[in-house]
């Protein structure tokens, strides 16, 4: 096993370690804050489209990351940033500057997508979710990426030998659920995905690319299925067909702290 103290990226290291000037906090509290404010987010997911919809006269910026959002925030060009819960406490522990609003507008269910009509690798991703969770192997990834002390320690899942691969897409910018250590992509979706394909009688090949280009990449044959963290909405299941549930989460608001 690989562990990791202090966790994660070397980007939201030097997020952390970068200086700015002070900068006059405007006071979010809630979401109903929002309106009209200047928000990050990151392109193509969830909480941009909160944003567009539920959010009135917001100025949104989409970033391609959370990490780049964060900059932005941290340097003043906007107020507030809508993300999902984990990653955003990560960008957080790193920058004592920001602080996390919590008022539980928005929980989604994170579910893994295939192509529309894609039954059998569908049918076996089930299998493999309901297989992890009633052996306690599901347990064991929650406390692998998501530990108490904040340490994460990365399981060692060996490839099957076989010559056919099945093609995992992602966005490895999505702590804990994925995210680059030195040149490998690690994280709970390319865990979990090893085993998906391990049972699927494939190995496992993990492509990294713009969260907001998954579903295309999807669509053209690119990639076999997507573990990015994508919550199932409606929307998405026009295009794509979506697993069981994996994993339950929050959108939070970054802010950054009242200046002392």
């Known amino acids: 096993m690989k562990k990791i103290i202090g966790v994660i990226s070397v980007?939201?290291?030097?997020?952390?370690?970068?200086?700015?000037?002070?900068?006059?906090?405007?006071?979010?509290?809630s979401a109903a804050d929002l309106e009209g404010k200047k928000i990050g987010c990151q392109a193509g997911t969830t909480g941009e489209l909160y944003l567009q919809e539920s959010v009135k006269d917001a100025k949104i910026k989409s970033f391609k990351t959370g990490i780049d959002a964060s900059l932005d925030l941290k340097n003043g060009a906007i107020d507030a940033i809508v993300?999902?819960?984990?990653?955003?406490?990560?960008?957080?522990?790193?920058?004592?500057?920001?602080?996390?609003?919590n008022d539980n507008f928005m929980t989604e269910s994170y579910a893994i997508a295939v192509k529309k009509g894609n039954t059998e690798l569908l049918e076996s991703i089930n299998k493999t979710i309901a297989d992890l969770k009633s052996s306690g192997k599901y347990e064991e990834l929650i406390k692998a990426f998501m530990p108490v002390d904040g340490n994460i320690v990365i399981p060692e899942i060996e490839d099957i030998d076989s010559e056919n691969v099945v093609k995992m897409g992602t966005n490895a910018a999505f702590p804990p659920f994925e995210f680059i250590l030195g040149t490998d992509i690690v994280g709970f979706d390319v865990s979990m995905g090893k085993m998906?394909?391990?049972?699927?009688?494939?190995?496992?090949?993990?492509?990294?690319?713009a969260f907001d280009g998954l579903i295309a990449a999807l669509q053209s044959g690119a990639?076999?299925?997507?573990?990015?963290?994508?919550?199932?909405?409606?929307?998405?299941?026009?295009?794509?067909?979506f697993?069981?549930?994996?994993?339950?989460?929050?959108?939070?608001?970054?802010?950054?702290?009242?200046v002392q």
Do not use: H, W
């Open 196 to 209: 998906i394909a391990n049972d699927y009688g494939k190995k496992l090949k993990v492509i990294d690319m």
């Open 11 to 29: 980007a939201i290291f030097v997020l952390g370690m970068t200086s700015c000037q002070k900068k006059s906090v405007v006071v979010i509290n």
């Open 83 to 101: 993300l999902d819960e984990l990653p955003a406490k990560e960008i957080v522990s790193r920058n004592p500057d920001l602080t996390i609003v």
């Open 243 to 258: 697993s069981e549930s994996y994993y339950e989460s929050n959108q939070v608001i970054i802010v950054r702290k009242p």
């Open 223 to 241: 990639i076999d299925f997507i573990a990015a963290g994508m919550t199932a909405t409606e929307e998405r299941r026009q295009n794509v067909d």
